[in-house]
């Protein structure tokens, strides 16, 4: 039985470790993919929505050694996740072209931090990045500020106006694959004007705590913005207007060098067209449904006028002294 363990132990290739993790984690997306449902998920005081996964959360917030150089991606469903994460893998390993195909295979759920099993943070010494990324959309008060202080890590927090947050919001979440069709209508509602009235009174589990919803995200992570120099804010429309001058200061803030065919280089492969052509479960850790119009202003034509006045009044109540301002149209 001692020879036995032993040679297995000479036998051992993290290969084939990580050969069968990220074989198990596609298996569970297709399973995820299937519209079995699954249920809510529960966190100290918060809900989230099926797939969440606590122990994930608990390992990576707690006794998880954060690789050194890390980079998180933190944001609040459908505010530019997909487009940050592609732009920062964009900037870490697009000068080896084989690193960045590998990084574009990994299933989505490797990269978020409260997705999938814990198991998967055991191959992360064995792929070949030397720098990783991570994603999260937990709130500041779960996120732990001191392993990224300790591993010398960087935070770029994303965030995007409310309105068209809450309609690329209803595009995807009604897609959601790993909820029945009644789930969806029970916990989301069964159309725009039912979506919205839940959503804005902070019903949908998106991660906080019940009559909280989005903008209540944001200010909890600008507080941190503010006293944290290894926290940088994105600001979705700003990268929409302005593409070079956003991914200089992302490249700066992550200390990588750009020149300027890398910046074209990057306008070029961080577009929605191309994003979409690339986002297949079986080519790329993207998902289709991650990546829907990417614009601004596409919120007037689904909110009305007093959906529209609503969000105004909230966030002018919410945000009133908190510096915080959102752009609506370019």
């Not at 050194?68 to 997909?82: L, M, Q």
């Not at 309609?167 to 004007?193: C, R, Y």
């Not at 200061?249 to 994003?275: G, P, W």
């Not at 119009?293 to 002018?316: N, P, R």
Request: proline share 4%.
């Amino acid at each position: 039985m001692h020879r036995c363990t032993k040679m297995a132990r000479c036998n051992y290739n993290p290969n084939d470790m990580v050969k069968g993790v990220l074989e198990e984690m596609t298996n569970a997306l297709k399973n995820m993919q299937s519209g079995n449902g699954l249920e809510i998920a529960h966190y100290r005081g918060k809900e989230f929505m099926p797939g969440f996964s606590v122990e994930c959360v608990k390992y990576t917030m707690g006794e998880w050694d954060m690789p050194e150089n890390s980079v998180i991606i933190s944001s609040y469903p459908k505010t530019g996740t997909a487009w940050c994460m592609e732009i920062v893998r964009q900037l870490l390993y697009s000068h080896d072209e084989a690193v960045l195909n590998k990084s574009r295979s990994i299933p989505m759920p490797f990269h978020l931090l409260e997705l999938g099993s814990k198991k998967k943070f055991d191959i992360v010494p064995h792929l070949p990045f030397t720098r990783n990324f991570f994603a999260t959309h937990i709130s500041a008060d779960l996120f732990n500020f001191d392993k990224v202080r300790e591993s010398k890590s960087k935070v770029i927090y994303v965030y995007r106006n409310p309105k068209d947050q809450a309609v690329s919001w209803f595009h995807f979440a009604h897609k959601i694959p790993n909820m029945t069709t009644e789930q969806k209508a029970k916990v989301l509602g069964k159309d725009w004007n039912e979506f919205f009235a839940k959503y804005v009174a902070g019903e949908h589990p998106t991660g906080l705590a019940n009559g909280e919803w989005y903008p209540d995200h944001v200010i909890g992570w600008m507080e941190h913005v503010k006293s944290n120099k290894d926290v940088l804010p994105v600001e979705y429309e700003s990268l929409k207007k302005d593409f070079p001058k956003e991914v200089r200061r992302i490249a700066k803030f992550l200390e990588v060098t750009l020149n300027d065919d890398d910046v074209h280089t990057m306008a070029e492969r961080c577009t929605v067209s191309a994003m979409k052509k690339e986002a297949t479960s079986d080519k790329s850790g993207f998902l289709k449904m991650n990546v829907r119009k990417g614009e601004v202003g596409g919120w007037k034509d689904q909110l009305t006028v007093s959906q529209s006045e609503l969000i105004d009044k909230v966030i002018k109540e919410k945000l009133t002294g908190k510096e915080i301002s959102f752009t609506y149209v370019l």
